[in-house]
């Protein structure tokens, strides 16, 4: 997939674990780790409009582009 | 009784074991040489005879896998398994099974007579139908995918 979720970065910047970030979105751990994993396939934007909150970032600072090879 | 999914699961399995019994009947039938205690050899010549017993027996293999297959498909719907790999596995088994029941009576029609040829068709036509609904199967199975990794 040429979407990648950089959620590491930020989630080391804001000092803030998996299992919290998991509670404040309002998704499960299972879900959020899909997410870090990059397993996942596609993303509602009310968890995007979740995590940029809770991570106080934009879009762009966990969404990535690469052109696939 | 309220009629949900369940029940209808369970009625299922009550029509595949009732279809059991009738194809051990059958195979059982083709055993005993049903035809001389139905007064049919006046109708049914020795080596037409023959070639219906092949028939059965031949056409009966398949046919107890495919029944095999129903119950295990039967199991897994009970247990919530709908859109996987392996329920479309299980149709595709069934599905092959009905071809082949219309090959070998597409091909023992010629010993038989040539109406045994609307079985081969009819065998066939299950076989499709039944390939028709594992495709759709797959197709459910790839959405279920999609949406169970949509965050």
């Known amino acids: 997939m040429g979407i990648f979720v950089d959620l590491d970065v930020m989630m080391a910047r804001r000092k803030i674990s998996l299992g919290e970030l998991a509670g404040k979105v309002g998704i499960t751990n299972a879900n959020m780790s899909i997410l870090k994993t990059g397993k996942a396939k596609a993303i509602r934007f009310s968890t995007l409009e979740q995590l940029c909150q809770a991570l106080d970032c934009q879009p762009g600072d966990l969404l990535r582009y690469e052109k696939e090879r | ?151």
């Open chain 2, 1 to 151: 009784m309220k009629w949900d999914m369940k029940h209808s699961v369970m009625l299922s399995r009550v029509f595949i074991v009732f279809f059991a019994i009738l194809l051990l009947g059958v195979d059982v039938a083709g055993f005993l040489r049903v035809s001389r205690s139905w007064d049919l050899e006046d109708v049914i010549q020795p080596s037409q005879l023959m070639w219906i017993r092949i028939c059965i027996y031949a056409c009966s293999v398949p046919a107890w896998a495919a029944l095999w297959e129903l119950w295990q498909l039967m199991g897994r719907l009970s247990r919530g398994q709908v859109f996987t790999s392996e329920t479309v596995k299980l149709l595709r088994i069934i599905a092959w099974c009905c071809f082949i029941v219309a090959a070998i009576s597409f091909v023992c029609a010629g010993g038989v007579h040539f109406s045994v040829i609307v079985i081969s068709v009819a065998a066939a036509l299950m076989g499709l139908i039944v390939r028709m609904v594992k495709n759709v199967l797959e197709q459910g199975m790839a959405m279920k995918n999609e949406l169970d990794y949509t965050v």
